[in-house]
């Protein structure tokens, strides 16, 4: 169980256009989704918490006009991430928590390969 | 700052021979430590360690925590080239309704026959 679907695996735009990245959590209701963002060589950076039917939380250094969240639903969650540049490339990866199990509980996306030419 | 900070970065190692991977913390308000094993796309689950002293074995794997010195390690015994991987520790920490997983930055592992 706890399985989070997430959607595209890999995406290529050009410069300028937006892509927007979709997490689904299949089996359980995810109130709480993470996005994370993976450097090569580096840790996971999360970006932003959000929380469904509200705004979502930025961390400092993450401009919220340019990565775009929404948690329109228990299920889905999406980052759309506008006017892509190429220094926006990078690996990006939702997760979900599942409510009770505490640190145990995140689940995570398969990660979305972003490249931008 | 809340940090996470692993060693080595980089491991390479032959089939059968046994790793020690290191993780610290600083972290308000921890709660516990997760490590994770991560191979082309999403991290998948390991190990959850909360209290101090108290070894987690899955197979080969296990892993132990000392909350006293900020410190975990995971342990892979006779390793195999399937055990090739980035291994991510996270600190889990709570503070009022939030909640933070903060990840070190990994260690690559690579097993040769």
């Known amino acids: 169980g706890a399985v989070v679907s997430q959607h595209p695996s890999r995406v290529i735009c050009k410069s300028g256009t937006s892509v927007k990245i979709e997490c689904r959590s299949l089996d359980f209701q995810a109130t709480t989704m993470f996005w994370y963002r993976q450097f090569p060589k580096k840790s996971l950076m999360l970006m932003a918490t959000s929380n469904e039917g509200s705004k979502a939380t930025y961390e400092q250094g993450v401009e919220k006009d340019k990565f775009l969240i929404n948690h329109a639903s228990l299920t889905l969650s999406t980052l759309t991430v506008t006017s892509a540049h190429p220094e926006d490339s990078s690996f990006y990866i939702c997760s979900a928590r599942v409510v009770g199990r505490g640190g145990r509980g995140y689940t995570f996306g398969s990660g979305t390969r972003l490249t931008v030419v | 700052e809340d940090k996470v900070v692993q060693s080595p970065l980089s491991l390479v190692v032959h089939e059968g021979d046994t790793v020690t991977l290191n993780c610290s913390y600083e972290v308000t308000n921890f709660r516990s430590l997760l490590w994770y094993k991560q191979e082309k796309k999403a991290p998948t689950f390991l190990f959850m360690l909360?209290?101090?002293?108290i070894e987690k074995k899955s197979g080969r794997l296990s892993s132990i925590l000392d909350k006293k010195e900020l410190f975990s390690i995971l342990n892979i015994t006779a390793t195999q080239t399937g055990d090739s991987a980035v291994y991510l520790c996270?600190?889990?920490?709570?503070?009022?309704?939030?909640?933070?997983?903060?990840f070190g930055k990994g260690t690559k592992l690579t097993v040769n026959p």
């Open positions: 996270a600190a889990f920490s709570t503070q009022g309704g939030s909640e933070k997983l903060v």
């Open positions: 909360t209290s101090s002293g």
